[in-house]
């Protein structure tokens, strides 16, 4: 009697369990115009995708009984986005700064995360990340919270500041080799670099099966052919080439984009980075005018407002170089374009003005006005950048047996690309968040960051930590 009552409870129990992972697990996408960014470049009318266990388990194949049906009809389906610069807030990164604890500032992992989850980008790259980033990037692999999958790089500059610091060739190796054990996944170069220094990081990444991404260091200064060694493999921003121009002419672009092409180094161009600092630069009505910062943490709406750099060194003829930087950095996207570099998404998410996530639609479209066409600007975004990251074989494209990161449209972003912010649901981790959900969870960050305006005045608790 006693055996079979526990069969029983165990059968149950079993039944339970199989009807929850299903309830959890199988969703159906129908009729959905499907943007796969696939080698194959093909746009699938009308398909339908059977998504379980956080797979593309199917496309046009059978309809699981038990799914839940989502109906994409009129819709469009593209990969979950990829943001190959961000800066995810942590506290040590305010902390950096600070001589003390911050012992009244927490960064919520959830609120960090939830613009961007909203905003379909479903991986960063975090370019300067500590422990805490490996905390936050754990607690969403664990499923505690919803937010992207986060790929770290740990940043290594010269000179005598903070954080990882080389000014030797040696000290250098040793940095990567520190930062391949402790569980990096790239290198950041930074600008205080010495020459020696940053040659013998960028090689011993590359022994240690790390990529090199970051920026021209200062030393190279009039040199910068000697910047492109092997192995050096994407420069984070434009500006790296902006900054070591005079003429901000054509040609100079189109010399700059031989270079990287002849070194097989990648660019990430961050146009949304310039074109912000030249818009607070211009008026810092632009940053406090701006929709997405009440999504942004109190504290660091603050800084952004009263202790911004650019808004203090602004002058008439700053904001005239910065506006001809911009002007420079889309000439340089044409010659990089034309010479076959392979150009990849980022924004600097964290600089002043650059919200996370939203910011990433901000470079899409301007990647457009800079002249990639919709298409290309969608797999600078997705499988391309994948690739660099090293984990195409996941994700960058919506093919059988890659993990579900999808963005539902309820527009066409191959004929305007500001259709990737319409999005009608995103799946990420195995989870689906439709409109709905994505706006009460927008709404009720903002709501809270506004109570807690007052909390967090970025003066105030500057002075408390003196
Ligand atoms: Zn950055």
């Known amino acids: 009697m006693k055996f079979r009552k526990l069969f029983i409870v165990l059968i149950g129990l079993l039944t339970t369990l199989k009807g929850y992972s299903q309830k959890q697990t199988i969703y159906v996408i129908k009729n959905v115009n499907v943007i796969t960014m696939a080698s194959s470049n093909t746009v699938l009318e009308n398909a339908t995708i059977v998504i379980s266990n956080n797979l593309i388990q199917s496309i046009n194949g059978e309809i699981p009984k038990n799914a839940t049906i989502i109906n994409g009809k009129g819709k469009w389906l593209i990969p979950g986005l990829i943001d190959a610069h961000v800066h995810l807030p942590t506290d040590g990164y305010l902390g950096q700064k600070l001589p003390a604890q911050t012992p009244d500032l927490s960064f919520n992992t959830q609120d960090i995360m939830t ?66 054990a402790e569980g990096y996944d790239f290198i950041k170069v930074y600008s205080k670099l010495n020459i020696e220094t940053y040659n013998a990081i960028v090689d011993e990444a590359f022994k240690q099966g790390l990529k090199t991404i970051g920026h021209i260091p200062d030393a190279f200064q009039g040199n910068l052919e000697q910047a492109f060694v092997p192995h050096f493999g994407m420069v984070a921003h434009a500006e790296e080439f902006s900054k070591k121009s005079d003429s901000f002419s054509l040609q100079e672009a189109t010399k700059f984009a031989k270079l990287s092409k002849d070194n097989d180094t990648w ?200």
């Not at 692999?141 to 740990?154: D, M, N, S, T």
């Open 115 to 180: 613009p961007i989850i909203a905003n379909g980008v479903t991986t960063v790259l975090d370019l300067n990340s500590t422990m805490e980033t490996f905390a936050q990037k754990k607690a969403i692999e664990k499923g505690y919270i919803v937010g992207p999958r986060i790929a770290l790089a740990a940043l290594i500059n010269g000179g005598n500041g903070q954080g990882r610091i080389a000014n030797t060739a040696e000290e250098g190796r040793i940095m990567v080799r520190n930062a391949k």
């Open 267 to 466: 660019l990430s161009p961050t146009l949304i980075t310039m074109v912000w600092i030249a818009k607070q630069t211009h008026s810092i009505e632009n940053i406090k005018n701006l929709p997405s910062l009440k999504y942004v943490h109190p504290l660091l709406q603050s800084k952004w407002l009263t202790a911004n750099k650019y808004v203090k060194n602004a002058s008439p003829e700053s904001a005239t170089y910065f506006d001809n930087m911009v002007k420079f950095h889309f000439k340089l996207v044409k010659a990089f374009k034309e010479a076959g570099v392979p150009i990849v998404a980022g924004t600097d998410a964290g600089v002043s003005g650059i919200v996370a996530g939203f910011s990433l639609h901000d470079e899409l479209e301007l990647l457009v006005q800079a002249g990639l066409t919709p298409q290309e600007a969608i797999y600078s975004a997705t499988l391309l950048s994948a690739q660099w990251l090293g984990i195409d074989k996941q994700i960058g494209s919506i093919e059988t047996g890659k993990l579900a990161d999808l963005v539902l449209l309820d527009e066409n972003p191959l004929i305007d690309i500001n259709n990737t912010r319409k999005i009608a649901g995103v799946f990420v981790n195995g989870k689906w968040l439709d409109k709905t959900k994505l706006n009460a969870m927008l709404t009720d960050l903002a709501n809270r960051n506004s109570v807690n305006k007052d909390k967090f005045d970025w003066n105030t608790f500057m002075n408390k930590k003196k």
